[in-house]
T-cell receptor, first 114, second 112 residues
Framework: AQSVAQPEDQVNVAEGNPLTVKCTYS??????LFWYVQYPNRGLQFLLK??????LVKGSYGFEAEFNKSQTSFHLKKPSALVSDSALYFCAVRPNQAGTALIFGKGTTLSVSS | NAGVTQTPKFQVLKTGQSMTLQCAQDMNHNSMYWYRQDPGMGLRLIYY???????DKGEVPNGYNVSRLNKREFSLRLESAAPSQTSVYFC???????????FGPGTRLTVT
């Protein structure tokens, strides 16, 4: 079965420190991978995607993600966390089939303390 | 550009009542989606529409119906609401040549 796993329900980091939010996937074929962020009482906002090419993808608000095919991972990173980065983060995968929608992970709450 | 809009923002229903959640997008996107979000479960796809005139079931379609009224609008109907349908519902759309989806602000539904 195709799936996405976010192994951590919550990640805590101090402001100014680097952050990593983990994501692993299981799909057949080449995956299309995404990260979204959700602030309280808001819809999901697109951060970045990996379709093909360079394994390091840069996105909005200083976030980046590294695609690792051998480890089937797509971890979200930021060199220096801000308190305003505190939110719920979702990893998603689009199986490489026409007409199918995204499969989302269960989400990871990022808490950045000042 | 309003993007993806959803109405209503909040709704409380009694068990057995019916209602329709409305979604509209002004980005000329072909594909539209309905998800529900429950704590600890991420987003789960209810129905989607790859193009005007077509709809397909997602992971959790039972108890729901959809209508792709035109290219802009995609509505979700609960014919007989149940407490298990208490959730936050998100509509999303996608341009054909891109893969990311754009989400509306959500509808928070409580069924008592």
């Amino acid at each position: 079965a195709q799936s996405v796993a976010q192994p951590e329900d919550q990640v805590n980091v101090a402001e100014g420190n680097p952050l990593t939010v983990k994501c692993t996937y299981s799909v057949s074929g080449n995956p299309y991978l995404f990260w979204y962020v959700q602030y309280p009482n808001r819809g999901l906002q697109f951060l970045l995607k990996y379709i093909t090419g360079d394994n390091l993808v840069k996105g909005s608000y200083g976030f980046e993600a590294e695609f690792n095919k051998s480890q089937t991972s797509f971890h979200l990173k930021k060199p220096s966390a801000l308190v305003s980065d505190s939110a719920l983060y979702f990893c998603a995968v689009r199986p490489n089939q026409a007409g199918t929608a995204l499969i989302f992970g269960k989400g990871t709450t990022l808490s950045v303390s000042s | 550009n309003a993007g993806v809009t959803q109405t209503p923002k909040f709704q409380v229903l009694k068990t057995g009542q019916s209602m329709t959640l409305q979604c509209a997008q002004d980005m000329n996107h072909n594909s539209m989606y309905w998800y529900r979000q429950d704590p600890g479960m991420g987003l789960r796809l209810i129905y989607y529409s790859a193009s005007e005139g077509t709809t397909d079931k997602g992971e959790v379609p039972n108890g729901y119906n959809v209508s792709r009224l035109n290219k802009r609008e995609f509505s979700l109907r609960l014919e007989s609401a149940a407490p298990s349908q208490t959730s936050v519902y998100f509509c999303a759309s996608r341009e054909g040549s891109r893969y990311e989806q754009y989400f509306g602000p959500g509808t928070r539904l409580t069924v008592t």
